[in-house]
């Protein structure tokens, strides 16, 4: 069974000592679950008895693709125009509790383990309807059409039902569970989940243009961040710009498993938005 870490919000006690393991840098930023506190939570405009950690949000000179929302929302608690930007797509996945995710008119019942990914100008809605808080992460990002492909469908599973792709001559130590097949262009970002065996390695420094945010489910691990190597345990989150080196050694003794964005299958831009210099 998998197991999925949601924040428990409240305060840290006064008798806490200040010294935690947060860290920005030009490179990447760390935010260890004891950061997710009462005092930085947030509300958004049209939905009710909501609350969210924000964690991440395009930043110049940083990473500036997508956004990303630790959300929970009481029994009763929803949305009926959740997020008026126009063009953007969604990924949500559910760590906790129940609610009906309403797509084009489309009911479905989201449980722990439930992933839905809503293509842009797609209308939904989203009820909590159990016991406890439905909790989910939220990532947003503006769509990028490509000429001659019509954006991607509706998508809504459970990662029960999906299997480990593991990465080969890794004895099933290191995979990731892909909600998107990587030869369906349409998309242009992927949010997948990477689970670690005991003993499983990234055994060499990934670097690369593609952002990543990743937060972790389930386990710990040490992380290479740039230079430096992080021990990282369930609750926390890593927001890795371009280039970022980064490698990874799960020692145990449970498996380690995290949530994890980039951006994918598509040319990169020389004019406009997000290019280098004026447009000419």
């Given at each position: 069974m998998s197991q999925y870490y949601t924040p428990p919000g409240g305060l840290p006690p006064q008798t806490a000592l200040m010294t935690q393991r947060a860290v920005f840098t030009t490179a990447y930023a760390f935010i260890p679950k004891g950061c997710f506190?009462?005092?930085?939570?947030?509300?958004l405009p049209g939905w009710?008895?909501?609350?969210?950690?924000?964690?991440?949000?395009?930043?110049?000179?940083?990473?500036?693709?997508?956004?990303?929302?630790?959300m929970e929302v009481a029994p009763g608690g929803g949305s009926d125009a959740p997020d008026p930007e126009t063009g953007a797509q969604h990924w949500l996945f559910f760590t906790d509790g129940l609610a009906t995710l309403t797509i084009a008119g489309m009911g479905?019942?989201?449980?722990?383990?439930?992933?839905?990914?809503?293509?842009?100008?797609?209308?939904?809605?989203?009820?909590?309807?159990g016991g406890t808080p439905a909790r989910f992460h939220w990532l947003r990002k503006l769509y990028e059409p490509a000429p001659g492909l019509p954006a991607p469908d509706p998508i809504v599973i459970n990662e029960r039902d999906v299997p480990i792709r593991f990465m080969p001559d890794t004895q099933d130590r290191w995979g990731t569970t892909r909600f998107v097949d990587p030869e369906d262009l349409r998309h242009d970002a992927h949010v997948n989940i990477v689970?670690?065996?005991?003993?499983g390695l990234i055994p060499f420094e990934e670097t690369h243009v593609m952002e990543h945010g990743l937060?972790?489910?389930?386990?710990?691990?040490?992380?290479?961040?740039?230079?430096?190597?992080?021990?990282?345990e369930a609750g926390d989150f890593m927001w890795l710009r371009a280039y970022c080196p980064q490698a990874c050694y799960a020692a145990g003794p449970g498996r380690f498993r995290y949530l994890l964005y980039k951006d994918v299958n598509r040319h990169a831009r020389l004019r406009g938005p997000g290019a280098f210099g004026p447009p000419r």
């Open positions: 506190s009462d005092i930085v939570t947030s509300q009710t008895k909501t609350r969210l950690w924000l964690i991440a949000r395009p930043m110049s000179g940083f990473a500036e693709t997508f956004s990303q929302y630790v479905y019942e989201m449980e722990a383990g439930s992933y839905a990914y809503i293509p842009p100008g797609t209308p939904w809605t989203l009820l909590a309807e689970t670690f065996q005991p003993g937060y972790v489910l389930e386990g710990k691990a040490v992380y290479k961040l740039n230079r430096d190597w992080v021990e990282v």
